[in-house]
């Protein structure tokens, strides 16, 4: 049974910086696109970043360009997103995802943790 577990997440003030960890197991983690969504309080859920399976080429949102990094380890199975110079705008709950390359129908999801950017 495949399973994405976050955490990190938590209370920060504007300005401040948390690393987001997510944790697959039951995949063969090499061989998924990791992504990091957010949905804060009454918006739409939105891509913030995203990594490939190989090569490890990344993707933007432009609301966090310059201020957010995501990475993978894939030894440890672990995709992470640090979020630097957060604004209270980035208050959200953060998920991972996973996205099979060689069948793209086949994704998975964690559950989330929440970040709260707040003076």
């Known amino acids: 049974q495949a399973q994405l577990v976050e955490s990190g997440g938590g209370l920060v003030q504007p300005g401040g910086s948390l690393r987001l960890s997510c944790a697959a197991s039951?995949?063969?983690?090499?061989?998924?696109?990791m992504s990091w969504y957010r949905q804060g309080p009454g918006k739409e859920r939105e891509l913030v970043a995203a990594?490939?399976?190989?090569?490890?080429?990344?993707n933007y949102a432009d609301s966090v360009k310059g201020r957010f990094i995501i990475s993978r380890d894939n030894a440890k199975n672990t995709v992470y997103l640090q979020m630097n110079s957060l604004k209270p705008e980035d208050t959200a709950v953060y998920s991972c995802n996973a996205v099979y390359v060689e069948a793209r129908a086949l994704i998975y999801w964690g559950k989330g943790t929440l970040v709260t950017v707040s003076s």
């Open positions: 039951g995949l063969t983690f090499s061989r998924y696109d």
């Open positions: 990594i490939t399976s190989v090569g490890g080429r990344t």
